[in-house]
């Protein structure tokens, strides 16, 4: 049996598709726009990745250096890693919506919910925070571009993992946080938690590490960028359940507003178009209908009946 907060979750049964799909792709516009929109000024992405990579420094914490130049000098790690950094993303986390919409729809909403909120804490994340990744600082910085290194063996150009030509359509400067780990760690939690087959559960175990030593080694993430998407995940999944029940109150006052601000009329029309019609006309006590005989066989207006009541044939 579904505990309370698990029924809550649940919101009755599978959502409907045709609302769901709506929502996930008006929410995945938003991602998308929201990385356009806030692009933010080259000088001032540069300065925040610089200052995110002198914290590292100081804290000894620069494990992309070391990625970066074995994914560079390793093309049978470097190509397998750029295209699992330009498809993955797009792919797999869909992939999970759908396996959990279809087979799992009492633990869907709770982690959709989950899912959106996070998305939507990494859009504010790329606006307030502009950065630049490591592969677009300075050479002097010691990185490279795998992705443009690796350009020809796949469909992305030289601008992160945009198409050949649509470059423009992406913004280079939303690396904090990395939601690419933040959704990688969605979707390997969910398959763990949720998954009935050993393999399943193992290899959503390794997806989310794998994809964080992706996008430090392909130089389009830091450290502190991978601990930032994982964090943004974290407080998705703390806030879902608190909106899921805002949203359900909300719901039910609406439905339970619907239900009683009908038009006065609407019972009574359908209590007639049922049948019952003296449900809505009754009268008081000696009081009768134009044409309705009574029991000693006249109508109210007087017409003769074919019976007479006792007592009038007494007198």
């Known amino acids: 049996m579904l505990s309370a907060a698990r029924r809550t979750a649940a919101g009755g049964g599978r959502p409907r598709w045709w609302a769901e799909l709506p929502l996930l792709a008006a929410v995945y516009l938003a991602y998308t726009a929201g990385r356009l929109l806030a692009r933010g000024d080259v000088h001032t992405a540069t300065g925040n990745g610089t200052a995110l990579l002198r914290l590292e420094r100081a804290l000894r914490l620069t494990p992309e250096s070391a990625l970066n130049r074995l994914f560079t000098t390793t093309p049978a790690l470097g190509i397998p890693a750029a295209f699992a950094y330009a498809a993955l993303h797009y792919l797999v986390t869909p992939a999970v919506l759908v396996w959990l919409w279809r087979r ?26 502009p950065t630049a990744p490591p592969r677009l600082l300075d050479a002097g910085h010691g990185f490279t571009d795998s992705m443009a290194q690796y350009a020809d063996r796949g469909w992305w150009g030289g601008e992160a993992s945009a198409p050949r030509g649509l470059g423009g359509l992406t913004n280079q400067y939303a690396a904090m946080p990395s939601l690419h780990v933040g959704w990688a760690l969605w979707c390997g ?117 074919a019976e007479t009541e006792p007592a009038a044939a007494a007198h």
């Open 104 to 129: 799992r729809p009492e633990d869907y909403r709770i982690l959709r919910s989950g899912l959106l909120i996070a998305t939507l804490i990494g859009l504010a994340g790329f606006t307030l925070f």
């Open 189 to 305: 939690a969910a398959v763990w938690r949720l998954a009935p087959s050993r393999v399943a559960r193992t290899l959503a175990a390794a997806y989310p590490v794998a994809i964080a030593l992706v996008v430090m080694g392909t130089a389009n993430h830091y450290l502190l960028d991978v601990l930032a998407g994982a964090a943004v995940m974290g407080v998705g999944a703390l806030l879902a359940r608190p909106f899921l029940r805002r949203t359900d109150a909300l719901r039910a006052r609406a439905a339970g507003a619907g239900a009683h601000g009908g038009p006065p009329g609407d019972a009574y029309r359908g209590r007639v178009q049922g049948g019952d019609v003296s449900a809505g006309c009754e009268t008081s006590a000696g009081e009768r209908f134009p044409r309705q005989p009574t029991r000693g066989g006249r109508s109210a207006d007087g017409a003769a009946g």
